[in-house]
């Protein structure tokens, strides 16, 4: 018979063995595998149904965890749906933020992030997520502006730098570098954007609509902004 105060003892520990046990264990909700798990779970159910449709539930059953595992790697829905935006969101801003460091001339360094930036925002995926979140933007309007900060601000603010570059450089004349990044997404967007967030365009637009659209929203910047053609060293 034991008592509270005794205590089970290994009459031959092996330290080894105990710092391989920690190394395969995750702190509660540092598991990433576990997590990623979770938002694949969550993705399909958001994406299918909505927000206000989704239940914590029914994403458990889609990702295959307990309700209580869930709430180890999240406080709750929003803070989920948030997250799952944001990751979706920093796999797209990887490839396309790396445009902008490109060694080549700034026109066709613009018209190849144009037409990703379009190619992006006009798929499926993407209008869905800001179609959920202009769901719930009045009753959520922290969500939304968490939203639009680090979407539609981190490539207005990326494009700033590279106009500040290119303007410090000598080939290009801007005056305020910020709001000739907002300039440049509306007229790289234009006609094709909006027309699938309010479901006027069921479909994405082809590649030669976005590479018209982008190319001529290009031209109008430049010729608006005074580009100087790029020297030869």
């Given amino acids: 018979m034991t008592t509270d105060n005794d205590q089970k003892t290994d009459p031959d520990p092996d330290p ?22 979770i938002l694949k779970g969550a993705m399909k159910e958001f994406m299918e149904n909505g927000f206000d449709a989704t239940s914590m539930n029914e994403i458990c059953r889609t990702a295959g965890v307990s ?10 829905k929003v803070d989920l749906f948030e997250a799952l935006i944001a990751e979706e969101r ?25 037409q990703k930036m379009v190619e992006i925002l006009c798929s499926d995926r993407v209008i ?30 990326a494009l700033a730098a590279l106009f500040e570059r290119e ?39 082809t590649s030669e609509e976005m590479n018209v659209t982008v190319e001529a929203a290009v031209d109008m910047f430049l010729r608006a902004y005074g580009a100087r053609p790029e020297q030869e060293d």
């Avoid at 920093?90 to 144009?114: Q, R, S, Y």
């Avoid at 801007?174 to 954007?193: C, H, N, S, Y």
Wanted: net charge positive; hydrophobic share 45%; aromatic share 8%.
């Fill in 67 to 76: 309700k209580g595992t869930i709430y180890v790697y999240f406080a709750d």
């Fill in 128 to 157: 869905r997520s800001q179609r959920i979140v202009a769901g719930i933007v009045d009753r959520m309007p922290a969500v939304g502006a968490r939203f639009y900060d680090s979407g539609a601000v981190r490539t207005q603010m």
């Fill in 16 to 37: 080894a063995a105990g710092s391989m046990a920690k190394c395969r264990r995750h702190a509660a909700g540092e598991d990433p595998v576990k997590r990623d798990q």
């Fill in 167 to 205: 303007h410090a450089a000598g080939r290009i004349l801007i005056p305020d570098a910020k709001r000739a990044g907002v300039q440049f997404v509306e007229l790289a967007t234009a006609g094709l954007w909006r027309a699938r967030l309010f479901g006027k365009r069921t479909t994405a637009p």
């Fill in 90 to 114: 920093d796999k797209i801003f990887v490839g396309i933020e790396a445009l902008l460091e490109e060694d080549i001339p700034l026109k066709n360094k613009l018209t190849l992030f144009g």
